[in-house]
């Protein structure tokens, strides 16, 4: 009687074990499932948003886009306000028919202008001149998949974005090949007209915005 005590216990402990065993890769499973769901979503988010730059790429400069956390899809413009007014339009169309189907579609588009004297500061650069630094660097280095955007502070800064990942030995050396474009572009025909050009110092930002060049 004893012994048979005995085994039903262990019979019984052995099925507890084994209940454990089975429910415990499960919670693995689930938990495993929703970071990736919560990876793909944002990863869709940003995907969504790279889509956007590019398309806004292809037909005006001086253009970034942002997301805040008031679900608002932010496009920061560089112009003055006469051709700020006459590309709105046209911008907003394309950013609602790049979000329509993607995780942005709830967000509101807003705009934000930035003046060119804001940004270029007390310089010897002109109106014409600086939208049309901008456009040659742009152009250039359109070959570069990881080339996002320009932006060109106070002198003497000029800042390309990127979409390079990490800092390490790979991405430096990418940084420095687009540094060298863009100290090329510089010294071209086309911005013979810009005066102090060599004054400017050319930083390469990874997608975390950190200096890598």
Do not use: C
Not at 86 to 97: G, L, P, T
Not at 149 to 169: A, L
């Amino acid at each position: 009687m004893f012994k048979r005590i005995l085994m039903i216990a262990g019979m019984l402990l052995v099925g507890i074990a084994s209940l454990s065993l089975i429910n415990k890769p499960l919670e693995v499973d689930t938990d495993d499932t929703n970071k990736k769901m919560k990876e793909s979503l944002v990863t869709k988010e940003e995907r969504s948003i790279d889509v956007l730059r590019e398309k806004l790429h292809e037909k005006y400069v001086g253009v970034d886009v942002k997301t805040t956390s008031k679900k608002e899809l932010v496009i920061q413009v560089v112009a003055d306000k006469d051709y700020f007014n006459s590309v709105k339009k046209d911008m907003a169309s394309i950013a609602k028919r790049v979000i329509e189907t993607s995780p942005l579609k709830d967000y509101t588009v807003v705009f934000e202008r930035w003046e060119l004297s804001s940004l270029v500061g007390e310089t010897s650069m002109t109106d014409k001149a600086f939208p049309l630094l901008i456009e040659t660097l742009a152009k250039g280095l359109k070959e570069y998949e990881v080339f996002e955007n320009i932006v060109i502070e106070v002198q003497p800064f000029i800042m390309v974005n990127t979409s390079i990942k990490g800092s390490g030995k790979d991405a430096r050396k990418l940084a420095m090949e687009i540094k060298e474009k863009v100290n090329e572009m510089l010294y071209s025909k086309e911005l013979d007209s810009i005066a102090d050009i060599d004054s400017y110092e050319i930083v390469i930002l990874n997608a975390s915005g950190e200096v890598i060049n």
